[in-house]
């Protein structure tokens, strides 16, 4: 079983440093991920409820039963209000904290468009989702490029220090999308907690994006 680690969400944090880029890319790159690592906690302390059931969509076999905590509009707005705060207080840099935020709420968007309708809007629902994940292959595309997209936008507008490269970088990318790839074709997980588990090693991508932006600089016309 491989970490699903969600890809385009990754993107948003990439690309979004053209937006704030003073912003460290751990925080950038948190942002948008950080409804997936809450889930993570709360399904493991028993908040939260999902079962694996395969073929509930081609992609994920994943039945939400509650996600309201962690996974609905309003709650998502109030950790994105929660993790904003956190960076103002330590940053003071409003700007970087209202892209901070906005990177918690594309969340929502992107699994919005990829779920089936289980997103629910306030904790108890109504539930919504257009279900790209029942089309495998178009949905791993999509993913794939809006990575590829992601990191080309971050690569355009930084560079590495001198005597540096952005060979980390690369490698760390096609370590993803290997990953998805096998994540996407490879056999349900066994239960949702191992899963829940697996996916706080996304932890592990944010300081692997810190140490790479702290060995480059930003590109100045
Ligand atoms: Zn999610």
């Not at 912003?23 to 409820?49: C, K, N, Q, T, Y």
């Not at 108890?124 to 989702?129: D, F, I, L, T, W």
Request: proline share 8%; charged share 10%.
């Amino acid at each position: 079983m491989l970490p699903r680690v969600g890809i385009g969400h990754l993107a948003v944090g990439f690309a979004s440093k053209r937006l704030a880029p003073r912003v460290s890319l751990g925080w950038l790159v948190l942002a948008p991920i950080f409804a997936d690592l809450l889930w993570s906690v709360f399904v493991l302390l028993g908040i939260e409820r999902a079962r694996i059931v395969p073929g509930i969509t081609k992609a994920m076999p994943l039945d939400l039963e509650y996600v309201g905590v962690s996974h609905s509009l309003l709650a998502m707005t109030g950790w994105g209000v929660v993790l904003a705060g956190v960076f103002f207080a330590s940053h003071r840099d409003a700007r970087g904290a209202l892209v901070v935020f906005a990177g918690v709420l594309t969340h929502f968007v992107l699994d919005w468009i990829s779920h089936r309708p289980d997103m629910p809007l306030l904790p108890s629902g109504p539930r919504v989702g257009l279900g790209l994940w029942n089309y495998p292959l178009p949905a791993l595309a999509t993913e794939a490029a809006m990575l590829l997209a992601g990191v080309f936008i971050y690569l355009r507008i930084t560079r590495p220090l001198p005597g540096g490269s952005s060979r980390g970088l690369l490698s760390l990318l096609a370590f993803l999308l290997a990953m998805n790839v096998g994540a996407y074709f490879g056999p349900p997980p066994p239960s949702v907690q191992p899963m829940a588990a697996l996916n706080l090693a996304t932890l592990f991508v944010v300081w692997m994006v810190q140490r790479i932006d702290q060995g480059r600089e930003l590109v100045t016309a």
